[in-house]
């Protein structure tokens, strides 16, 4: 289980505060696969950052016993001055490898961009830091209990969208999702669970076709 407690999380504008969630308390089970449901500047991108740690809560806490991965997607958490090399090393380094050649080249072959390998991430298109992330998330796949995937599926040409779906089918056994995407049939694809985000807090169910229903129906049909 994931436990919010009493969760806000808010951003300062110049006389109040913008808040994203506000006294969230929810347990979320991490035996599913979970899509993320609310339309644009919902928080959707937040959620996914605060359960990776990339970003922090204003104020309770959350808490889990399981591994979880950083955010996977678009705005990967790859370190900017460093390159995809010393990334990936780095990376490896902290999963206790003293010997990191063989992911290196299974990073670089996976994320084909060349000689921008070892080039500053900063440089990167949005695209390329991706792929990175991607091919750096699944090399260590194994060691995390649930996957934070953020819009990856729109991100690449078709050959490297088919690598990403071989890569996830993968991991099926072994590990779950908790996921961000505009593409419905992608998320209906992956996931069987859905949270909706709904007045800045999060409704849960176990059935997916519940949660897009209730999305639908606040967000689509009142649009």
């Excluded at 504008?13 to 913008?18: A, E, G, I, T």
């Excluded at 690449?156 to 996830?168: C, I, M, P, R, Y």
């Amino acid at each position: 289980m994931i436990h919010f407690k009493n969760v806000s999380k808010y951003y300062a504008l110049q006389h109040d505060r913008h808040y994203i969630f506000k006294d969230l308390t929810l347990d979320l089970p991490t035996d599913q696969n979970i899509a993320v449901l609310g339309p644009n500047g919902a928080g959707k991108s937040t959620l996914i950052r605060l359960l990776g740690g990339t970003d922090l809560v204003s104020r309770g806490h959350i808490q889990t016993d399981k591994n979880i991965s950083w955010p996977l997607g678009l705005q990967g958490g790859l370190q900017g001055s460093m390159t995809a090399r010393e990334n990936v090393r780095f990376v490896a380094r902290i999963h206790g490898y003293r010997k990191t050649e063989q992911i290196e080249a299974e990073v670089a072959e996976f994320a084909d961009i060349g000689i921008f390998f070892d080039e500053p991430v900063k440089t990167y298109s949005s695209g390329m830091r991706s792929r990175v992330t991607f091919g750096l998330t699944m090399a260590f796949a194994v060691n995390f209990d649930l996957l934070l995937i953020d819009e990856i599926g729109a991100v690449g040409d078709a050959n490297f969208k088919k690598k990403s779906e071989q890569l996830l089918e993968d991991c099926l056994d072994s590990t779950r999702f908790i996921m961000v995407s505009h593409s419905m049939k992608y998320l209906k694809q992956h996931c069987n669970a859905g949270v909706v985000i709904l007045n800045q807090n999060l409704a849960y169910y176990d059935n997916l076709e519940e949660a897009i229903d209730l999305y639908q129906r606040t967000y689509i049909k009142a649009s």
